[in-house]
């Protein structure tokens, strides 16, 4: 096999700090936007962030209105009924204020009234069909709303298959946001369960892209055949760095402190760092397993969340198999899965001895220091769903394929079993 030999990075222009978000109107008008749509959900639009946003855009002489019917944990449902609200005007732009389930829904808003098509036309192969966007989409500026996703830096949107019963992907260049305005000042109304879990998610798309398997150890590509996710390559793991860096100072003091402004900037340069980093690396069999756990999922329904349905929070969901799934790929990069552990909790790392076990002890210690729930069995799963649960997972070969090793069935049932309960 002829390897590859090239990788691609990109990003977002970024504006980063408090009070970033007052400038967004500006920048619209030097795209010569004439008209903005705000997309956010209600319970973002409640802090009133939402309308200071679009107060900002129509000071700037842009026409804008809001969209607040976006749904936590997105579904192909949700997505219709925003695409829908959207192709009702002509919107020049479009302006994402929330977190990764806002920045997702406009996402698919954008490109579904650019390019209409069915939602499974766009969804990422074996589950739809994978087709690229045909031509270029309008602006998206990002604003998020949580230290989390990453959304704002990366060319993918997330939604939940009702009738499949799992989630799904829809990846292209494309997607990326126009510009990331990043204002820490957005985040300080999280509740603290919403902060852990939107920062295991941060965590966990840095170790993952972290870890992934190399991008010169995949068959060489032409030109058109590139995908958004090229494997680890040496950009990616300098975002991805400095962003263990920042996690490993900044978590624990902004979940237990929604106030402390160094820490709430510090997550939300970490969530962008890791978003500049998975968002072209990719990441693996966490995400991977998150689908079915949170588009399975009965009963559970999470503290500081809306409760009107059950859901499992992305966050939680990628987490809750994360120790296993590094116990599984520490063979491939000994020494990278101890560093990233260093990085994260030093004296963690150091006081475990046996080195596969440093990193999921440093994950566990923090997952039970924030309040991460213990397990699959914690959000409702018992060892009778884990079939069920493998079969999602090994539908998502887009991420199964960034792993650092071969992912099997009987892989993906181990992962789980060991993942029931994580301390």
Known sequence: ?????????????????????????????????????????????????????????????????????????????????????????????????????????????????????????????????????????????????????????????????LSLHVKAGISHPRLRPSLAVVDPLATLSMPPEVTAASGMDVLCHALESYTARPYDTFAKKKAEERVPYCGSNPISDVWTEKTLSLLSKAFRRAVLNGNDLKARTDMMLAATMAGMGFGNAGVHIPHACAYPIAGRVRDYRPAGYPQGEPMVPHGQSVSLTAPAAFRFTFPTDPERHVHAARLLDAATADAEPNPREKLPAVLTVLMRDIGIPNGISAVGYTEQDIPALVDGTLKQQRLLNVAPRQVTGEAICEIFEESLSNW
């Open 1 to 161: 096999m002829v390897t590859e030999s090239v990788f691609t990075w990109g990003a977002p222009p970024l504006k980063f700090g408090p009070g970033a978000a007052e400038e967004i109107g500006f920048e619209l008008a030097q795209l010569g936007v004439r008209s903005a749509l705000v997309v956010t959900d209600a319970g973002v639009a409640g802090t009133g962030f939402p309308a200071r946003v679009a107060s900002a855009i129509e000071a700037a002489g842009v026409t804008v209105a809001v969209y607040d019917g976006v749904r936590v944990e997105p579904t192909d449902v949700s997505f219709a009924e925003a695409v829908s609200f959207a192709a009702q005007e002509d919107w020049q732009a479009f302006v994402a204020v929330g977190g990764g389930s806002v920045i997702d829904t406009a996402k698919a808003m954008n490109l579904m009234t650019s390019h209409p098509a069915d939602v499974l036309d766009y969804v990422n192969k074996p589950i739809g069909k994978g087709m690229a966007p045909p031509g270029p989409l309008k602006p998206l500026i990002a604003v998020p709303t949580t230290a989390g996703t990453g959304a704002e830096s990366t060319p993918v949107c997330v939604l939940d298959l």
